[in-house]
């Protein structure tokens, strides 16, 4: 007999579903970056800026080293959508072969910094005691160091060359990774699970693997996105020096060195290239905006 007290409470089909399914951290980060149309629209931007590397060699109008010096610097024009440099050559296909070099140094140094600063921080952060202040120490005295000037010496001592210069600008990137991730370890390395892998009889090594560096990504990820804008930033200031790409091959730094010595007579040789890095580097800033907001939802309000 039915319980006259009793209420019969009916759900939707796609709402039991979904509590059957659950949830997950990654999941709602989606989510919330979905709501995001800056954020969106930045990788969306980066998505067909990675494309159009990749595919240069077969999409590029014209030849990367053709040169027509009867034609000279021309401004943009059916034929040539950018407009040509002082030697003839097509502006857009030196774009593009340059957004090829400038995203390459920017990936690759920024994976540099990466390996670097999550190994220092891990290790500093999860050892903690004499090991923590000692490396730490040693972070703080390269903070000190002019960062430029050691590049600088480093292309001047070792020569000027594509993978000196990805080591070099990794190599002085990864301080802030290494402190974002320490701090991070140190909250981690007390809490409950890593407590429970550790009297299962797991190594220090295999915790920090599987455990510890797991629960790190969240951050890692915004930094890394918003440490390539920078990365490529001072690839472009190397280039501007003379210090960072060097002829025939170019970069978009290279190309507004270039484009700053003409400026005044053919300004298309600027623009385009600085339109280029700089919406590159909106993309890569707003995608890294919305990835903080994502996965922190405390600090975006959500």
Same mark, same amino acid.
């Given at each position: 007999?039915?319980?006259?007290?009793?209420?019969?409470?009916?759900?939707?089909?796609?709402?039991?579903?979904?509590?059957?399914?659950?949830?997950?951290?990654?999941?709602?980060?989606?989510?919330?970056?979905?709501?995001?149309?800056?954020?969106?629209?930045?990788?969306?931007?980066?998505?067909?800026?990675?494309?159009?590397?990749?595919?240069?060699?077969?999409?590029?109008?014209?030849?990367?080293?053709?040169?027509?010096?009867?034609?000279?610097?021309?401004?943009?024009?059916?034929?040539?959508?950018?407009?040509?440099?002082?030697?003839?050559?097509?502006?857009?296909?030196?774009?593009?072969?340059?957004?090829?070099?400038?995203?390459?140094?920017?990936?690759?140094?920024?994976?540099?910094?990466?390996?670097?600063?999550?190994?220092?921080?891990?290790?500093?952060?999860?050892?903690?005691?004499?090991?923590?202040?000692?490396?730490?120490?040693?972070?703080?005295?390269?903070?000190?160091?002019?960062?430029?000037?050691?590049?600088?010496?480093?292309?001047?001592?070792?020569?000027?060359?594509?993978?000196?210069?990805?080591?070099?600008?990794?190599?002085?990137?990864?301080?802030?990774?290494?402190?974002?991730?320490?701090?991070?370890?140190?909250?981690?390395?007390?809490?409950?699970?890593? +407590?429970?892998?550790?009297? %299962?009889?797991?190594?220090? @090594? $295999?915790?920090? =693997?599987?455990?510890?560096?797991? !629960?790190? *990504? &969240?951050?890692?990820?915004?930094?890394?996105?918003?440490?390539?804008?920078?990365?490529?930033?001072?690839?472009?200031?190397?280039?501007?020096?003379?210090?960072?790409?060097?002829?025939?091959?170019?970069?978009?730094?290279?190309?507004?060195?270039?484009?700053?010595?003409?400026?005044? +007579?053919?300004?298309?040789? %600027?623009?385009?290239?600085? @339109? $280029?890095?700089? =919406?590159?580097?909106?993309?890569? !800033?707003? *995608? &890294?905006?919305?990835?903080?907001?994502?996965?922190?939802?405390?600090?975006?309000?959500?």
């Amino acid at each position: 007999m039915k319980d006259p007290d009793s209420t019969d409470v009916t759900f939707p089909e796609d709402i039991l579903q979904h509590a059957e399914q659950g949830s997950s951290l990654w999941r709602d980060a989606w989510h919330r970056l979905c709501r995001n149309r800056l954020a969106l629209a930045g990788l969306g931007i980066l998505i067909l800026l990675v494309l159009v590397a990749l595919l240069t060699p077969w999409i590029a109008p014209y030849d990367y080293e053709s040169q027509d010096l009867l034609l000279g610097a021309t401004p943009p024009s059916r034929q040539h959508w950018m407009g040509t440099d002082i030697f003839g050559r097509d502006l857009l296909t030196r774009v593009m072969y340059g957004g090829r070099i400038s995203l390459l140094v920017g990936f690759i140094a920024t994976a540099v910094a990466l390996v670097i600063g999550v190994t220092w921080g891990t290790l500093a952060g999860y050892l903690g005691g004499r090991t923590d202040a000692v490396m730490m120490r040693m972070v703080d005295i390269l903070y000190a160091l002019p960062f430029m000037i050691f590049i600088i010496l480093l292309m001047v001592i070792f020569g000027r060359s594509l993978l000196l210069l990805f080591l070099a600008i990794g190599a002085v990137e990864w301080l802030t990774m290494a402190r974002i991730v320490r701090g991070q370890v140190i909250g981690l390395r007390r809490q409950e699970f890593v +407590e429970a892998a550790f009297s %299962l009889g797991l190594s220090p @090594l $295999a915790i920090m =693997v599987r455990h510890v560096l797991p !629960n790190t *990504l &969240g951050p890692v990820i915004v930094y890394t996105t918003l440490t390539i804008p920078g990365v490529m930033l001072l690839e472009a200031f190397l280039s501007f020096l003379g210090l960072g790409i060097q002829p025939p091959q170019s970069s978009w730094g290279l190309l507004i060195n270039h484009g700053v010595e003409s400026m005044e +007579e053919y300004p298309w040789l %600027l623009i385009f290239p600085g @339109l $280029a890095l700089a =919406v590159t580097l909106f993309a890569l !800033n707003f *995608l &890294g905006d919305g990835l903080r907001d994502a996965l922190d939802p405390r600090g975006s309000g959500d």
